[in-house]
């Protein structure tokens, strides 16, 4: 009796996530990227997002919807002027500050060690980044990191045969996507080395291919802030996602409480959902809630792990942890490769959680653990994060699926970082 309450519970949950998926990537919505065609043209402008619950900032989608087997990237990029780098007149000339949280203000936020392990941690991503080491190189000494060049031996790039090239052809939203993963997992843990494979689309056999390589190359953290709808065809490369010497950690979605979005959903993987972060008057001095657009979802494919007890979803539930991502309170990111968003390129403001997921990679590069840790850990010490309460990012009867509840809920997962007890 008890089981069929819970799969009536599930069948619910399905319908209400069914029925609010019109900004879902997937056949229903299969405006396809000008990617698809190989062409090197910069992606097409998408619309205007329209934030499910509350009004914010302006943002577009750094890529578009996709057809199923084929992945977008997960950021936001805000379009209006206050996230615009701030000129400040000073005797010796105009100083340039971001605008966004930079190193320092996510270090104090989640109580990050200013030095830690020296982790090879990958960011997986789909076409080229043309700007990738020289756009690191200026978000790191502006903000005091240490630098990380292909020259000291931190940086590296390949293509997802592993080579130096020849790298795919650029497009701007990924190479937008790009720099921000390299930018976060800096935030993240300053000590690590970095791995930049590039894969030849945005197709996940290429993904895949990439993912196997960067685990080839000794990454023990791949960061994967893309996702796709879930299906059937995913089993095909989902070991890919978990193989043993690394932790693979990738984006909720940006979509609020819908279906779930591969690799985030398969077995191994750490889902990392969104948040919003805000500076508090408080003991940590800063607070969270769920981000409305935060991805959450109850799987149709993927098994229920072991250590997840949650009730009313019978399969995988999506996510395991989460940090900041809403670009409302975004992150700062240096970009100077031509984008499609008619924004000057240099210093912008990025949230989605394109954004959580590599911080969080970064972190667990810190703790230096990548090579065994799997989400089943992070369960085991509730206690080591913040409890993200307050928020929603859907309609669900006001249920953890879609709703920031005290202990687990589904867009915020266990909650943020507390510090790296928890990874
Ligand atoms: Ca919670």
């Not at 809630?289 to 109850?298: K, L």
């Amino acid at each position: 009796m008890a089981l069929s309450v819970r799969r009536t519970t599930l069948s619910l949950f399905t319908l209400i996530a069914l029925a609010v998926t019109p900004l879902l990537p997937g056949p229903a919505v299969a405006a396809e990227t000008s990617r698809a065609s190989g062409s090197p043209a910069l992606t097409a402008a998408q619309p205007v997002s329209a934030a499910p619950t509350t009004a914010g900032p302006r943002t577009q989608d750094v890529c578009g919807a996709t057809t199923i087997g084929k992945a977008r990237c997960l950021a936001k990029v805000r379009t209006d002027a206050a996230a615009a780098p701030r000129q400040i007149r000073t005797a010796a000339g105009t100083l340039t500050t971001p605008s966004g949280y930079g190193p320092a203000e996510l270090r104090a936020a989640y109580k990050l060690p200013a030095v830690g392990a020296r982790s090879l941690v990958a960011v997986v991503i789909a076409f080229d980044v043309p700007n990738a080491e020289a756009d690191l190189a200026t978000y790191r000494s502006t903000f005091g990191l240490p630098a990380c060049t292909s020259a000291n031996g931190c940086f590296r790039k390949v293509n997802q045969n592993g080579d130096p090239g020849p790298y795919p052809a650029p497009d701007g939203g990924w190479a937008l996507e790009g720099s921000l993963d390299l930018q976060m997992v800096s935030a993240g843990c300053p000590s690590c080395t970095i791995l930049l494979v590039t894969a030849q689309t945005n197709n996940f056999v290429d993904l895949a291919a990439a993912t196997r390589t960067a685990t080839r190359l000794g990454a023990t953290v791949i960061s994967h802030s893309y996702g796709g709808n879930e299906w059937g065809g995913m089993w095909s490369f989902a070991s890919v996602y978990n193989q043993p010497g690394a932790i693979s950690v990738a984006s909720s979605g940006d979509y609020g409480f819908t279906a779930a979005l591969a690799p985030a959903v398969l077995p191994g993987v750490l889902g990392v959902g969104g948040t919003s972060l805000f500076r508090a008057p408080n003991v940590r001095g800063w607070t969270e809630d769920v981000w409305s657009g935060a991805g959450s979802s109850c799987s149709a494919y993927v098994a229920k792990p072991a250590h997840q007890t949650d009730p009313n979803c019978q399969m995988r539930t999506v996510s395991d942890l989460s940090a900041v991502a809403d670009p409302a309170t975004g992150v700062a990111v240096y970009d100077s490769y031509p984008n499609p968003f008619g924004i000057p390129p240099g210093w912008l403001v990025l949230g989605g959680t394109s954004a959580s997921a590599p911080l969080i990679a970064g972190m667990i590069g810190s703790k230096g653990n990548g090579s065994t840790y799997r989400p089943g850990q992070a369960y085991k010490k509730p206690w080591a994060f913040y409890d993200v309460i307050g928020g929603s990012n859907g309609f669900c009867g006001g249920d953890y699926l879609c709703t920031g509840l005290k202990g687990y809920d589904a867009p915020s997962g266990l909650g943020s970082p507390k510090g790296l007890n928890g990874l």
